[in-house]
């Protein structure tokens, strides 16, 4: 089994930074990928940015330039880096994890709890 906890939401004002922090742990052979979606209330979850193992990464256009997702494979963790943040960012964040294991032929989709990050106009 796979544990992923993320940490870092709250509450900030509008054009401030918040930093999103995701670690997994348990059993696995590798994790192939790791991003964060968010899911606003009234809306379904999207795709906020991803990175695989090999370091390239991929952003919603409505966070370009403001987010930076990056990872510490030794670390097994994902952080988001949130800045210029928009009350529309408002939403619970999601960490996600691709994870290989137990064996190099099995793999999974892992989520966090969530972590609620609200920005203020």
């Known amino acids: 089994q796979v544990q992923l906890v993320e940490s870092g939401g709250g509450l900030v004002q509008a054009g401030g930074s918040l930093r999103l922090s995701c670690a997994a742990s348990g059993r696995f052979v590798s994790i192939n990928a790791m991003g964060w979606y968010r899911q606003a209330p009234g809306k379904q979850r999207e795709l906020v940015a991803n990175t695989i193992s090999r370091g390239s990464t991929d952003y919603a256009d409505s966070v370009k330039g403001r987010f930076t997702i990056s990872r510490d494979n030794g670390k097994n963790t994902v952080y988001l880096q949130m800045n210029s943040l928009e009350p529309e960012d408002t939403a619970v964040y999601y960490c996600?994890?691709?994870?290989?294991?137990?064996?190099?032929?099995?793999?999974?989709?892992?989520w966090g709890q969530g972590t609620q990050v609200t920005v203020s106009s």
């Open positions: 996600n994890a691709l994870v290989v294991g137990p064996s190099w032929f099995q793999s999974k989709d892992y």
